[in-house]
């Protein structure tokens, strides 16, 4: 386009502020040619299709062809502008104070996004620290008793009042403000005193009763309780003691052992050895991996597009706030914590991204590509997987997403293998990771 100017304002964020201005002239030749094809269609009363004359159809249709010819223009010269200096957006451009008159330039702005900016530092030759667990037998007599404790067995307490850790069964009928509501009876309910499953006064309550007692407790239910209608109300419980069971952990024998998919309880020691031994070794592999990242990240320079940090911000938060809630966090709790949580979310969602991009332009400098040939093999390794069929690989990669997203994390690990294949490790012994 002829007489073009565009001026580019650089701001942080990966963000480009155009100022564009289009001669006159450009903006007469779009609207002839948007005329010229309103004159081939245009149906005027005493005219056939297409046979007006065109002062009159110059006339009629004036204002609509200026209009249609500015937003043309724009169009166009926001992608000669994008073409010219080399910039990939991210995302559609935002244009703004679109201002033309008859016989003057067209003038506008846009905003726009651009990919990602890395000047990745050094990332071969890098000094790394692998740390190392050795597993010892006290690793594998923990790990015994957190089994034991998972499979534990709850009888009948014939030595006194209930303790935290005990199993309560108990009947109760509850009111607010002297009637009932909505599942408020209840036969024979397991409480395990201290677990927090049940109303904390409630439980509290609990400790020292005997069977066959009865207490009345008031409990409050959380502000966000399934029952809308009495979310944060404060019910009375009055509660029948039944019976009163203790915790009996099993010893690891040879028949809990088969129970848990070993041949015997030695057998079941030397599966625990290797499933921590494997764990150890992933676990150092993580942390190698994530220090060499850290160096890796500290000697570049990034330019991250604000859409992309916000984006992937929410993801991490979403993905956090599913963990907490399944840890059984009250929701009330997070909220109180929320804006300190979401600027953690924000830190671990800008080193992700700059994680990816860096190992991204890695990739490009060691002209990591995956072929046709290599993504055929790939293809096959995984349809060999147990409980996989070819089919099954064919219906994933069938959408071309997949298969990007594929190859971008296969450039991602070669990347990364790159780094680590280059650096010297030290193996730093640690007690637990």
Partial sequence: MEGLKVNIEEKEDCLRLFD??????????EKEKVLSEIAKEATIPGFRRGRAPRKLIDKRFAKEAKEEAVNRTVAASVQEAIKSNDLEPVLEPEVSDIEHEDGSPLTFKVALEVRPIVEVGEYKGLKLEKPVRRVTEEDIDKTVQEVLRANVAYVP????DAEEGDEVILSFEATIDGEPFKG?????????IGRGYFFEEVESALVGASAG???????TFPDDYRQKEIAGKTALFKIKVNEIKRPEVPEMDDELAQQLGAESAEDYRNKLRERIESSAVDNAESALRAGAMDQVIEASKFEVPGSFVRAHTQEVFDEELRRLLRAGVPREEIVKEQEQLLRACQERAVHQLKTFCALEEIARKENVEITDEMMSEEKTKLSEQPGVTPEQVEKYFSSGDAESAYKARWRRGEAMKAIIDSATITEVEVKEQ
């Fill in 20 to 29: 564009i201005e289009v001669p006159a002239e450009e903006v007469e030749k």
């Fill in 157 to 160: 307490r014939n030595d006194g």
């Fill in 184 to 192: 408020s009876e209840a036969e024979n309910v397991p409480v395990y």
């Fill in 213 to 219: 007692d009865e207490k009345e407790v008031e409990a």
